[in-house]
């Protein structure tokens, strides 16, 4: 809202002050430039202007009084239609306006826009992104969207490149999939189903890796622990990006795209704080060091800030701090990292002392650090339209420092350099960077700022408004050709938004002819050829005044003879101190010919390769060009198999890509022969025909051998691939018994669901030790001995899954068991699970107590799985906390007695619902028709009934006449923890114990003092203790 307008005269600059009431709004970065635009929208107050800020007009009359926006966005390719977003908390809204916002149309969208990507050709069509991950498109500037992609990657999508893509509405995004992964996909942003999507790279990539500039598109796939980057030039087919054979990056950002060639930063293995700078050949595969240890930093969203700066306007400048023992220094390349040199400190201080500062030892150093706040200036600064003009905060000393920091200005293209201030301040580039405007940085208010006519060599101080002012911004209006410039900020805290218009056009009474030019030779140190040309700019003569409109930055440009100095070296290659570029220990330079076949060429390196945009002519070009020679024969050799991803397990039933890589040999003419390991093998001609790899699926778990052999006319070779086939393990179950005898051996088994997955390693904790016991079998045996509850953990490890399961386990000395019966009703309402037998188990413990008196102490019970139901009693000797009172054997007998005898007066039973009575029984109690009596079979019949009357009269004399059996007891699962359930891949009668109601009646096993342990829950009873004879391997881990 405009309320006050008033015009200070100062000096020859005109001022516009606007108040306006409102809070900054729209913390969050863009997707668009919005400098040329007001910067922020004001709730409730919001005002536009269309005359370069001189006024300002109310925007609630035009998009409501209880509106709240939250962002506005201009179309980049059409500066009239512009775009407003609605505050989401409110409502989900655009409002839109085809006529530099004098009139606007509301649209309600059905999701929350977070950022929105403009196409850099096509006006209307936009690219949403909404807050739960989907990505929309609209080809009617923001009227109707239309669903692409849910899952998308934030700030993973791009709009295809011209000249890249044949179809301009392409969209690339990164996706991620259920399952977490990521993968590149390209689709019609009017047609992106499922059936026309593309996966230009095959298989997934890293998360939050694809980049898409330029010509270029880069993905990440990590595999085996390390990085590994792709490149696709022209969206041609990927290829892993080549950098020297021992850089083993940690990271990689791409700097610069331009010119068909990558620049990037890499983290090599042995490096923390510093990044190498390696630069590319034209399709980006093939890289060679630039520059080591340049300096990198954390931005505040902890984003890697690398200490290198483009130089705008001169195509191949960079400036970069590199670490050399510990210390940071600035250097500076003409071409693209070709060499490298400090930068002269200026003769003179600002006072005009001279300065003392003697190459190598001292020289200027720079802070590169641009600024991501698109309202102020950066620490260093230059323009597309001022390509000699360079201004940057540094010091002069041994090293680059916080402390003593003070402007500097080069207008030479860093040639030369002169101290402008002794504080930061911020420059702006008016009129071609015919005129500067320096702001001192502070948290003070101020009034006064200083322009410069003559690219810095001196300055003017001017004030910008009659009251100081807290600055939290300037803009520069659209196109740098103009001499209008806003200053926002406050007069105080608490106070409204002041806008000061700032017009230079008045200090210019005419435009620049050409006679107000003068030529000016770009140069390296007096060197005038750089990236092979003699470039010649016109600058405006420093004592005319006029305004250069369009005239500044027309060039002329002359190609140089080419010498040494436009050549790097090529790929494998390295500079030596003598300037020869001669080959890595690591590289073969023959194995550059290992794609041709006999009778064809290829270009044989001599260890250089020109720079790329380097435009010189003759010399020693021929000398240095790479030259076509005929592939040499050569027999196979250096053959590798390997699976795409790098690791050497694959999954069951799932297709596995294999590579056959060779590092010589005729590819053209070549057998290729290979043995999967499971009985079937494949023969190819030649490599060509296995670029995209081998694709095979195993239908069975285990370790198979897969064999390659290569051969030609000159020889032959062979490799071996050992490759795990596993399949997901879904669950381990501990069989364990619940009691055991001191200083008797125990087994423990993991059976697993499924049973066959691969190679396993078994961990096993048991007892009080510290340290596990590590096998490669699922059994072991191990003794206790002393008395107590001892708890058994297994950890199976499958791939990258470790399942485990835990159990627990009673030791005494001497113990009493006894099989459990139930009344059938019980098997109606067993649904065979581990919890349900948990709680039964404690309901029969609970019925056995109350119905004879037993301190609950002395009873264990374990119900069993499986139909019928059965469960397992034993009888314990507790001792009290106090170590008195154990109990004897003979107590344990009498514990013993008192419960049959109360199991066989039918005096234990439980409800187990209402009007559901549950009987408990001693097992051997029930009585069941044991006799045939069909007439085919009398003689059996017969001898069956006498073999039950024996043995019932030998239950009735060892009831009687008791003796000791320490022994009999049967080893089930302590349920103290959570069981878990074991899925067997047999059908469910196989699965449980084959025990026959007979065999469950047969007193026998109670009586047989060989019988030392049952097995419960595993395939079969184990009627005797196997003890192992193979003697684990311990391992500390």
């Given at each position: ?442 948290s003070l208010p101020i009034r006064h700022l200083w322009l410069s006519f003559d690219e810095g060599r001196s300055w003017s101080k001017y004030s910008f408004t009659s009251i100081p002012l807290f600055v939290d911004g300037v803009l520069g209006e659209p196109g740098e050709e103009t001499l209008i410039m806003t200053v926002f900020g406050h007069f105080s805290h608490r106070s409204e938004w002041q806008l000061v218009k700032v017009d230079y056009k008045s200090i210019f009474d005419r435009r620049c002819a050409e006679e107000d030019y003068r030529p000016w030779q770009l140069h390296s140190q007096g060197e005038a050829c750089i990236m092979g040309a003699k470039r010649i700019y016109k600058k405006r003569k420093s004592e005319r005044k006029c305004m250069q409109g369009k005239y500044a930055g027309a060039m002329e440009s002359e190609p140089c003879v080419c010498t040494e100095a436009d050549f790097d070296c090529d790929y494998g290659y390295e500079r030596h101190s003598n300037g020869q570029c001669l080959p890595a220990f690591w590289f073969n330079p023959s194995s550059l010919s290992k794609d041709c076949s006999l009778g064809q060429s290829y270009l044989n390196s001599t260890g250089y390769r020109k720079v790329v945009s380097n435009n010189c002519t003759d010399g020693v070009r021929e000398q240095y060009t790479a030259k076509p020679q005929k592939c ?406």
């Amino acid at each position: 809202m405009q309320e006050e307008q008033a015009s200070v005269k100062s000096g020859f600059i005109q001022n516009h002050t606007v108040s306006i009431r409102g809070t900054l709004l729209g913390a969050r970065k863009p997707a668009v430039n919005r400098t040329d635009i007001f910067p922020a929208l004001m709730e409730l107050t919001s005002g536009g202007s269309t005359d370069y800020g001189t006024t300002y007009e109310k925007l609630n009359d035009k998009v409501g009084l209880k509106t709240i926006l939250s962002y506005l966005y201009v179309c980049p390719t059409n500066k009239r239609k512009i775009m407003l977003l609605t505050d989401p908390e409110i409502e989900s809204s655009l409002l839109i306006s085809s006529d530099e916002g004098a009139t606007y149309q509301k649209y309600r969208l059905s999701f929350y826009i977070q950022s929105l990507l403009f196409h850099p050709k096509q006006e209307d069509w936009i690219l949403a992104y909404s807050q739960d991950q989907k990505l929309y498109s609209s080809a009617e500037f923001g009227r109707r969207w239309q669903l692409i992609q849910e899952g998308v990657v934030p700030n993973r999508f791009y709009w295809s490149v011209m000249g890249s893509n044949k179809e301009p509405d392409l969209v690339h995004l990164e996706a991620r999939t259920v399952d977490g992964h990521s993968q590149y996909l390209t689709c019609r942003m009017q047609n992106c189903t499922e059936a026309n999507r593309n996966r230009p790279f095959p298989g997934y990539i890293d998360p939050d890796s694809l980049i898409v500039q330029d010509d270029y598109v880069f993905v990440q796939l990590t595999s085996g622990g390390r990085p590994h980057y792709y490149v696709s030039y022209r969206r041609n087919a990927f290829a892993q990006m080549k950098l020297p054979k021992y850089a083993l990056p940690k990271d990689m950002h791409v700097i610069s795209t331009d010119e068909n060639q990558v620049f990037a930063a890499v983290q090599e293995w042995n490096q923390n704080d510093t990044y190498n700078l390696y630069i590319s050949d034209t399709r980006g595969v093939y890289f060679t060091l630039a520059l080591e240890n340049v300096q990198s930093s954390r931005g505040p969203e902890g984003n890697v800030m690398i200490d290198l700066y483009e130089v705008a306007g001169i195509k191949g400048m960079f400036l970069a701090n590199k670490k050399i023992d510990n210390q940071v220094k600035t250097f500076i390349t003409y071409n693209k990292g070709r060499d490298w040199h400090l930068l002269q400190a200026p003769d003179t201080d600002l006072r005009g002392d001279p300065v003392h500062c003697l190459l190598p030892y001292c020289s200027l150093h720079l802070h590169l650090k641009v600024s991501e706040n698109p309202y102020t200036s950066g620490i260093i600064a230059s323009r597309e339209t001022a390509p000699s003009i360079i201004v940057a905060s540094g010091n002069i000393g041994s090293e680059l420092s916080d402390n003593d920091i003070s402007m500097f200005v080069s207008s030479d293209a860093g040639n030369t350099w002169r101290q402008i201030f002794e504080e930061e301040h911020s420059v702006l580039y008016l009129d071609q960077g015919g005129v500067l405007v320096a702001m001192k940085h502070t948290s003070l208010p101020i009034r006064h700022l200083w322009l410069s006519f003559d690219e810095g060599r001196s300055w003017s101080k001017y004030s910008f408004t009659s009251i100081p002012l807290f600055v939290d911004g300037v803009l520069g209006e659209p196109g740098e050709e103009t001499l209008i410039m806003t200053v926002f900020g406050h007069f105080s805290h608490r106070s409204e938004w002041q806008l000061v218009k700032v017009d230079y056009k008045s200090i210019f009474d005419r435009r620049c002819a050409e006679e107000d030019y003068r030529p000016w030779q770009l140069h390296s140190q007096g060197e005038a050829c750089i990236m092979g040309a003699k470039r010649i700019y016109k600058k405006r003569k420093s004592e005319r005044k006029c305004m250069q409109g369009k005239y500044a930055g027309a060039m002329e440009s002359e190609p140089c003879v080419c010498t040494e100095a436009d050549f790097d070296c090529d790929y494998g290659y390295e500079r030596h101190s003598n300037g020869q570029c001669l080959p890595a220990f690591w590289f073969n330079p023959s194995s550059l010919s290992k794609d041709c076949s006999l009778g064809q060429s290829y270009l044989n390196s001599t260890g250089y390769r020109k720079v790329v945009s380097n435009n010189c002519t003759d010399g020693v070009r021929e000398q240095y060009t790479a030259k076509p020679q005929k592939c040499p024969g050569k027999a196979p050799r250096g053959l590798r198999i390997v699976t795409a991803d790098g690791k050497l397990t694959a999954e069951q039933g799932h297709n596995v890509t294999l590579m056959v890589q060779l590092e010589e040999g005729d590819v053209q003419r070549t057998f290729i022969q290979v043995d999967f390991g499971d009985g079937i093998a494949v023969s190819y001609v030649n490599l060509s025909s296995m670029e995209d790899g081998i694709k095979h699926v195993y239908h069975n778990v285990g370790i198979f051998r897969v064999t390659v052999r290569v051969d030609n006319s000159l020889g032959s070779d062979s490799a071996v691939l050992y490759l795990h086939v596993t399949c997901p393990l879904e669950h381990v179950h501990l069989a364990l018994p619940f009691v055991t005898t001191k200083n008797k051996e125990v087994n423990a088994t993991a059976v697993l669901w499924p049973s066959q997955v691969g190679t396993l390693t078994y961990v096993w904790w048991y007892g009080n030790n510290t340290e596990p016991l590590i096998t490669l079998e699922g059994s072991i045996s191990f003794k206790f001995t002393s008395e107590g509850m001892n708890t058994i953990t297994v950890q199976v490890s499958a791939g990258n899954a470790i399942l485990q399961d835990t159990k627990t386990i009673a030791v005494y000395e001497e113990f009493r068991s006894l099989r459990l019966s139930f009344s059938p009703n019980l098997d109606d309402y067993n649904p065979d699970i581990p919890e349900w037998r948990r709680d039964i188990s404690r309901v029969i413990k609970k019925s056995l107590v109350e119905a004879t008196g037993v301190p609950s102490p002395h009873i264990l019970v374990a119900v069993l799985p499986g139909l019928p139901t059965a469960a397992e009693l034993f009888v314990l000797p507790y001792q009290d906390p106090t170590g008195e009172n154990k109990r004897s054997a003979e107590d344990l007998e009498q514990i013993s007695e008192l419960l049959i005898h109360k199991l066989n007066q039918n005096s234990v039973h439980f409800e187990l619902k209402p009007g559901i009575q549950v009987l408990v029984h001693a097992a051997h109690l029930t009585a069941a028709p044991l006799i045939d009596l069909t007439p085919t079979h009398s003689g059996s019949a017969m001898l069956m009934l006498l073999s039950v009357v024996f043995v019932g009269l030998a239950v009735f004399v060892i009831y009687k006449f008791k003796r000791k059996i320490p022994g009999i007891n049967v080893y089930a699962q302590m349920q103290n923890e959570k069981e878990r359930e074991m899925v067997s891949p047999v059908s469910p009668t196989e699965s449980r114990p084959h025990i026959s109601q007979t065999e469950l009646r047969r007193p026998g096993p109670l009586i047989d003092e060989k019988v030392e342990s049952q097995l419960i829950g595993s395939i079969s009873i184990v009627a005797e203790n196997q003890s192992t004879n193979e003697i684990p391997t311990y391992v500390n881990v």
